[in-house]
Structure formats: C-alpha cells, structure tokens
Nanobody, 116 residues
Framework: QVHIEESGGALVQPGGSLRLSCTAS????????MSWHRQTPGNERELVAS????????NYADSVKGRFTISRDNAKNTVALQMNSLKPEDTAVYYC?????????WGQGTQVTVSS
C-alpha cells in the first residue's frame, strides 16, 4: 500500500527557516521523481521544487530559487525541502509528490505559515 507523509510544517516568522520532510513507502522510491508543491486557498497547486530519481538533477520555481533546497535519501525513502529566508507569500499547504511515467502519488500536505 502506497503511503506518503509530509511533516515539519509550522508557524515561522519572516526571514526564518523551516525543513519539511516527506517519507514514502509502498513503492520503489528510487524509481520516482520526487517533488514539492504548494497550494493556497482559491489557487492551483504549484510546483516548488523537484528532484530526479537519482538526486542528480533538481529544478526550482523562480520564486524560491536561492532560498529553498530539495534533497533526497533513497536509502531512507525520504525527500526534504530546506526553506530559508521565508516570506509571507510562502504561506501555503505543502505537498509531496512521487511521479513515474503517468503514475502520481500525493501526500496529505503540511501547513506552512510565515507571519510575524
């Protein structure tokens, strides 16, 4: 049974840092591209960052380049998103996704709120 679970969401002040984690099970993790997405009420879910199955290639939304870093550990079936210099506009529910060909698995999301 496939299971993806995000953790690490919290309330943080502007300029602060937060590290999100995603733990996966039930599929061959190292075969999947992993990504983080975020969504705010009334808006579409947007891609934040992605990482290739080997971890050798990463991609970031322009809005987070230089501030966020995605990484993965295939031995532990985990993917992380290190978020620095957080801004109020980073406030959203953050989702972890696994993708291989036409197969997509999503987690339930974790809330990140950036506010003073």
């Amino acid at each position: 049974q496939v299971h993806i679970e995000e953790s690490g969401g919290a309330l943080v002040q502007p300029g602060g840092s937060l590290r999100l984690s995603c733990t996966a099970s039930g599929f061959t993790f190292s075969n999947y591209v992993m990504s983080w997405h975020r969504q705010t009420p009334g808006n579409e879910r947007e891609l934040v960052a992605s990482i290739s199955n080997t971890g050798g290639s990463t991609n970031y939304a322009d809005s987070v380049k230089g501030r966020f870093t995605i990484s993965r550990d295939n031995a532990k079936n985990t993917v992380a998103l290190q978020m620095n210099s957080l801004k109020p506009e980073d406030t959203a529910v953050y989702y972890c996704k696994a993708k291989r060909w036409s197969t997509n698995y999503w987690g339930q999301g974790t809330q990140v709120t950036v506010s003073s």
